[in-house]
């Protein structure tokens, strides 16, 4: 169940961004105005230090939606998880 | 009967017998002509640096999606009659299996090039990290121009 009032968005942090971040997962209420993933990172970036750092925007951070790979223009909305990751190296 | 698998995906922490999931792959199916398979393993060597270990790193939940969106685009692309794809995370020592990819077809044009789509899908949009254990340190491995370019072909 979500509480519908309020806009919130679970954020996921893997592999060196976890690291980098010290976190894995945390719950957030940005402003209104982020309504897109590229939104989201820049007013995570706007937390300074670290955050700054990984998610510049020079940096290679992939973004997905709800377990859908993202683009900056990618809508957010309350309730959805959105992680950060960098480019992915399995296989 | 049918031959089909149950589960065409599998992330797990423990080894895979690759000749017992061939096996698997085409049993009971005589219209399956060709099989195709890929393994992919852990080299001692990376980037110049000697690797000792690795640690291999999901997103439970995408990577599994991720995977079965892969084996369902290779389906529509080409003929095929099955495929599957076993991934292993966590711990993993040089000369140890990683990843292996599983094409069943009538004929082996098809199995061959559905096998290779999904491993170079696979390398750029299945969310897997890999993290090595160096004389120098751990290191999380960089994503490979390489490999975005042979996804890029499939276009």
Known sequence: MRDASVATFTLVYLARLRESLGTGIERVGPPPNVATAGELRAWLAARGGAWATELAPGRAVRVAVNHELAEADTPVRAGDEIAFFPPVTGG | ?155
């Open chain 2, 1 to 155: 009967m049918t031959g089909s698998r149950v589960t065409r995906v599998r992330i797990q922490t423990e080894d895979f017998d690759v000749g017992a999931e061939l096996a698997a792959l085409r049993r009971g199916n005589a219209a399956i002509g060709a099989v195709a398979a890929f393994v992919g393993t852990v080299r001692d060597l990376n980037d110049a640096a000697t690797v000792a270990a690795m640690t291999l790193e999901h997103y439970p939940g995408m990577t599994e999606k991720s995977l079965r969106a892969i084996l369902d685009e290779a389906s529509t692309r080409w003929t095929i009659i099955d495929s599957f794809v076993i991934h292993r995370v966590g711990p993993l020592r040089p000369t140890d299996q990683i990843v292996l990819v599983g094409v069943a077809a009538a004929h082996r044009g098809e199995a061959f090039a559905a096998c290779e789509f999904i491993v170079d899908y696979l390398k750029t949009r299945a969310p897997f990290w890999k993290k090595e254990q160096t004389p120098d340190g751990p290191r999380w491995v960089d994503a490979r121009a390489s490999d975005d370019a042979a996804a890029q072909r499939w276009r």
